[in-house]
């Protein structure tokens, strides 16, 4: 009996793949952050690991912002690039 694949949906290309293929980024109390495990308190959305263009096409169309519900400021965005990159 073959275990159900969770799926969610890339804010950036809008690509639904396994769960396992995207990192999520979560709003919560202590601000905006990436949650490699998944299991972090707060709003989610998801991006493709490792991927650039993903990133620039959320950012371009303020998609991170609008699904986690909080207005991001550029240096916001520009730091939780620079922790997806690391």
């Known amino acids: 009996m073959n275990k159900k694949v969770p799926m969610r949906k890339c804010v950036g290309c809008g690509e639904s793949k396994p769960k396992q293929e995207l990192i999520r980024i979560v709003a919560s109390v202590d601000g905006v952050s990436a949650d490699p495990t998944g299991r972090k308190n707060g ?3 998801y991006l493709c690991k490792g991927s650039e263009e993903c990133f620039k096409t959320a950012r371009k169309r303020n998609a991170i912002g609008r699904n986690l519900q909080v207005e991001l400021t550029d240096e ?4 939780l690039y620079e922790e997806l990159v690391k």
């Open 76 to 79: 916001m965005l520009d730091a």
């Open 43 to 45: 709003r989610g959305c």
